[in-house]
C-alpha cells in the first residue's frame, strides 16, 4: 500500500505539505463542497476536531468540484467560507479531484485500501469521509450520507 504520509500535498493557501505533518494522529480525510447539500455537515466535522483534537485528532477537508459543480470558488474563497461560515479549525487542503484519472493519489490509496459498497472504488458523493489510524492504516470508509456525529464510536477506540 502506498505510504499515506509521503504523498505530496498543498494547502489551501498554497503551502506544500504531506501528512507527515499528521502523522501520529488519527485522521478523518472528508472530500467536501460549499454547494451540496452536505456542506452542513461541515459543523459536525468542526464538534468532532474541537472534541477529539486534543487528544491527537484532526479532521482533514479535501475540497473537490467533481459533482455537479458544487466546489466551483477559488482555493481562498472556499477557505474564507469555512472559516466564516462554520469557524472551522481544521485545515483545509487545495481542491483535488477524487475520481477518474486526475484523481490525487490520496484518494487513490485511500479507496484502495477501503473500497465502497460492493468492492467499488469511485467515491459516490462530496462529503464521503476516511478513518486513518495513528499508524497510517485506513481503518474505515463512511457514506456522504452518515453524520459527522454518528462517527464518534469509530473514532473513539483508536484514541
Known sequence: MTELFT???VLGDGRPTTLEAWRGQVLLVVNTASQCGFTPQYEG???LQRDFGPRGFSVLAFPCNQFRGQEPGSDAEIAAFCTSRFAVSFPVFAKVEVNG???HPLFQALKA????LLGT???KWNFS???IARDGRVVARFAPTTRPEALRGAIEPLL
Open 7 to 9: 504523498l505530496p500535498l
Open 45 to 47: 466535522l468542526q464538534a
Open 101 to 103: 484519472p486526475g484523481a
Open 113 to 116: 485500501a477501503q473500497p465502497g
Open 121 to 123: 472504488r469511485a467515491i
Open 129 to 131: 469521509k476516511f478513518l
